[in-house]
Antibody, heavy 123, light 107 residues
């Protein structure tokens, strides 16, 4: 059973960089049949897709956040990470990591999610 | 970007009821629609894939329907354990987008 677990600071100051790591267990992050995603949900609002990374390191970012987002992958640790720069209070949210499926060159949706971690942006 | 309009935002049901949750896409997404169940403090669970296919392990009282722009998640003979937050996701185009979610309460 694949499990994903987010970790990182729960409090970040405005203008600083938010950094989170997702540790994958129960399966290898190196398999080419998956993409690895970050998603967030501000309190009382809907889910927002931040971006994804593939095992080869290629990334796709939501245009709404592209200028501030970096997603990276460390296959030796079975982890992938999110960095969001120049944060403001509007970046306060529960952040989720998740796995998506690629099969036959076709991109399917997400099959496994982490539990999520709350990150608050405040001085 | 595809906008998903999910309704209702909240619903209350009694054990044994049948409920429908709707998700409407702002453009044609074929059958690229998934549904998820999430309980407080837990990871979301994948319950319906490609609009109509039950993910292995999903109880058969759950079903999905729809194609193109209109999709529905149906729960028949509701049980108390079905109390949760449900949301839809489209993966037809990037970025993936989500419905606003439905909180289902069981009386």
């Amino acid at each position: 059973q694949v499990q994903l677990q987010e970790s990182g600071p729960g409090l970040v100051k405005p203008s600083q960089t938010l950094s989170l790591t997702c540790t994958v267990s129960g399966g290898s992050i190196s398999g080419g049949d998956y993409y690895w995603s970050w998603i967030r949900q501000p309190a009382g609002k809907g889910l927002e897709y931040i971006g994804r990374i593939y095992t080869i390191g290629r990334t796709d970012y939501n245009p709404s956040l592209k200028s501030r987002v970096t997603i990276s992958i460390d296959t030796s640790k079975n982890q992938f990470s999110l960095r969001l720069s120049s944060v403001t209070a509007t970046d306060t949210a529960v952040y989720y990591c998740a796995r998506g499926i690629i099969s036959g060159g076709y991109y399917y949706g997400i099959d496994y999610w982490g539990q999520g971690t709350l990150v608050t942006v405040s001085s | 970007e595809t906008t998903l309009t999910q309704s209702p935002a909240f619903m209350s049901a009694t054990p044994g009821d049948k409920v429908n949750i709707s998700c409407k896409a702002s453009q044609d997404i074929d059958d690229d629609m998934n549904w998820y169940q999430q309980k407080p403090g837990e990871a979301a669970i994948f319950i319906i894939q490609e609009a109509i296919t039950l993910v292995p392990g999903t109880p058969p009282r759950f079903s999905g329907s729809g194609y193109g722009t209109d999709f529905t998640l149906t729960i028949n003979n509701i049980e108390s354990e079905d109390a949760a937050y449900y949301f839809c996701l489209q993966h037809d185009n990037f970025p993936l987008t989500f419905g606003q979610g439905t909180k289902l309460e069981i009386k």
